[in-house]
């Protein structure tokens, strides 16, 4: 975990972070500052309307998050954050280990290959995303039903709810599968309830004032071709099911399935028969018109990996017990558990060879070295020395790769999203939409983006035609001054006023 950590800051520092991060750093930079439903300029460009970061998907976690940000106001705060919910969730994993498993070296064995399984150091790199709570409390989640501990389930059960609206489309699965073995049903029956009251208030009362009554974005990118509300779409899916199912069949959705669907064996080894249910908190997923193998990296990838590693555990507790009874009988009964158990270790080892981000993090510890950040260091300083030319406190327009350095402000929208420079045509245009601003605008375009994809693939970067035409374009406009343009970073400030 050091070492994620270590990767994730030097990612950082190389102005290769996610725009994600932007979004939360802006998220719990307004609400220490100026309250929880002050408006989000990043996220009401999208919906077009003035909302607070709560309508995003009404993350209340990062209101206790917002306190510890308001100390150490840096995005590098939240990364710090999802990396020790990757450190917890593995202590959870461990603790699991210690209680399913008596034979030392096989102990040993899995502790370290599950603390090196490659996807759980992926989610702490490069981003932020509130699915790292659901992630950390899923193996707590299960030593507390085993252990019958009330006080433990209920919190964890509270910290997935609050950690994003669409959380209880995991819970309510889970509460599912328990509700059909006797000895859980208490908890069973407590998670389906809960998941159910707070999806239901959070869907109808909560979340339509929040976003102005208006779908989120995400929604209509993903969902727009079934209807413009989730009432809408679930309706449409129901009368013309091959909607859906086109991009539920899709070839990348069934390699999607394999890689990282199937590991959810570990619920039906509490009833093997109930299979089918693993399947509801991802029918979403493979549903969206985005490309499935994208979609569940980036939705479904932390619960899926808190669950992946407590089905290895559980798997493989199985089969050891399962070999080692001479009852004859007890065998049969079993057999089940025992091949969904094979089953599921047999695709623990096809996800080290098909999933592409295995190979992205491996790469990215050979590439994000020492040496490698020296050739970066002419890049660095470039961009460096432009942001710095930028007040505090003065309005931004930026790149996505610059936002997570520029997002500790009120006023910061993306450069290549709706910002008040792009008419509804998504073209720029020299007049300012909306209100007009007191003060200078600052605009930031980096020439050479570079993400963790890039440093592995495209070290140098590439200069994006569409970018340098906008930019020629932006440069004949009377309201802009170039500060700064060179083949790293152009940086203009659009004055407030015309000037002659």
Known sequence: MCLTLKLSLTIHKLFASGFDLAIFAQFCWLMANKGMFANSTILSSSFSCPVSPLADHLSILLLPISLIYKII?????????????????????????????????????????????????????????????????????????????????????????????????????????????????????????????????????????????????????????????????????????????????????????????????FLPLVCPLAFITALLPFIQTFASSYPPMRSIGYHGLMPLTALFML????????????????????????????????????????????????????????????????????????????LSLIPTDAPVIASARLLPYLSNREFVWRFDWNNPLRGSDGKLHPEWRGEKPTDDVYIAVELEPIGVQELITQPKGTRTTQVAQELAMMKRWKQIEVLVENRYIALLRYHAFHFD
């Open 311 to 386: 089905g290895c555990v559980e798997g493989i507790a199985n089969i050891v017990w399962f070999t080692s009874r001479k009852d004859s009988t007890g065998k049969r009964r079993n057999i089940s558990e025992l091949s969904v158990s094979l089953w599921l270790l047999s695709l623990v080892t096809l996800s080290w060879i098909l999933v592409p981000p295995y190979q992205q993090v491996l790469l990215s510890y050979k590439t994000l070295t020492r040496r490698g950040v020296e050739k970066s260091f002419e890049r660095v300083e470039a961009i460096r020395q432009a």
């Open 73 to 265: 106001p840096s995005p590098t705060t939240l990364i710090a954050i999802q990396v020790l919910c990757a450190w917890l969730c593995l202590i959870g994993i461990l603790q699991l280990i210690q209680m399913r498993l008596s034979n030392h070296i096989a102990l040993a064995l899995v502790t370290v290959s599950l603390s090196l399984y490659p996807v759980l150091h992926l989610q702490a790199v490069n981003d932020f995303h509130t699915e790292s709570f659901i992630m950390v409390s899923m193996p707590w989640l299960w030593i507390s039903v085993l252990k019958k501990r009330l006080w433990l389930f209920w919190t964890c059960l509270i910290v997935v709810l609050l950690s994003k609206e669409t959380a209880p489309v995991v819970a309510l699965p889970l509460g599912l599968m328990l509700l059909l073995k006797s000895e859980h049903r208490k908890f069973g029956l407590q998670a389906c309830v809960a998941s159910i009251v707070w999806f239901t208030i959070s869907q109808c009362f909560l979340l339509p004032p929040l976003r102005n009554y208006k779908p989120h974005p995400a929604f209509i990118c993903d969902y727009s071709y079934l209807g413009d509300s989730l009432s809408k779409a679930f309706i449409a899916a129901l009368i013309n099911p091959s909607k859906p199912m086109k991009f539920l069949l899709s070839e990348d959705a069934l390699l999607s399935l394999l890689v990282m669907l199937l590991p959810l064996s």
